[in-house]
């Protein structure tokens, strides 16, 4: 089946990405879209300007629609991003990273029902602690470029949630309450290799504090370097 793949950069539409890759789907390109407002309602903000590069990476064709960040407006510009992959690349389904938002995949599955789309959601209501873990056996190497979370220390910024980084993780969200695959915006994730990428991205960037409990990994070169 023909399939585009919205996507953000982040950990969960990539790991959405590989899991439909190894389930037979053809991908045929990327969606990325990108909200004018930080706090859009249905899509993420972060690191968004950077998805070129992991769409080189992964030697795809990426859709690149702006969205105003208005809530039922951002639906008109989904469709509008569907329908685009459906006139190129005659798609059949749309992959979504959807975790545990029912506003998030009610919507997309609600425009793509309209377009005769079928939807594939395979991180939908997973555990979270062992999402996450899966995510690094599977090899996304997902670096943590945000955090605001109490209980989620700083010195992960720029770091790459690896098999003792998770451990870490899981060890303080059981602790200080706050969700291990970061579904309540405790931290953004921007993947630097998967299994499906030909390159990889190296890095380069520089650490701003906030407060004792936010701050941001400011990305400001990215490379990319072939496997």
């Known amino acids: 089946m023909k399939a585009c793949s919205l996507y953000s ?13 190894f389930k037979g789907f053809n991908i045929k390109c990327l969606i990325t879209l990108k909200p004018k407002r930080e706090n859009s309602w249905m899509f993420h903000y972060p690191m968004i300007d950077y998805t070129e590069y992991q769409a080189k990476a992964l030697e795809l064709p990426q859709i690149r629609v702006e969205t105003s960040g208005i809530k039922g407006e951002e639906l008109k510009e989904l ?10 690349y005659d798609i059949e389904a ?8 029912d506003y998030q995949r ?6 793509a029902e309209e377009l005769g789309l079928a939807v594939y959601s395979p991180l939908w ?23 605001k979370t109490y209980g989620l220390p700083l010195k992960f910024l720029g770091k790459v949630i690896d098999e003792k980084n998770v451990n870490e993780i899981i060890y303080r969200a059981r602790k200080y309450g706050f969700n291990p695959a970061f579904e309540g915006g405790e931290a953004e994730t921007f993947v630097i290799d998967a299994p499906l990428f030909k ?9 701003i504090i906030v407060s004792e409990f936010e701050g941001k990994y400011v990305v400001e070169k990215i490379e990319l370097i072939r496997k």
């Open 79 to 88: 469709r509008k991003a569907l329908e685009l992959a459906m006139e190129r």
């Open 199 to 207: 390159y990889k991205l190296k890095v380069y960037g520089r650490e």
């Open 94 to 101: 749309v992959v979504t990273g959807a975790l545990l938002s």
């Open 125 to 147: 209501r997973k555990n979270q602690e062992e999402y996450i873990r899966d995510l690094v056996k599977h090899g996304i190497k997902a670096l943590i470029i945000e955090i």
């Open 106 to 111: 009610m919507n997309i599955n609600f425009v």
């Open 9 to 21: 950069g982040g950990k969960d539409s990539n790991y959405a990405l590989h899991l439909a890759f």
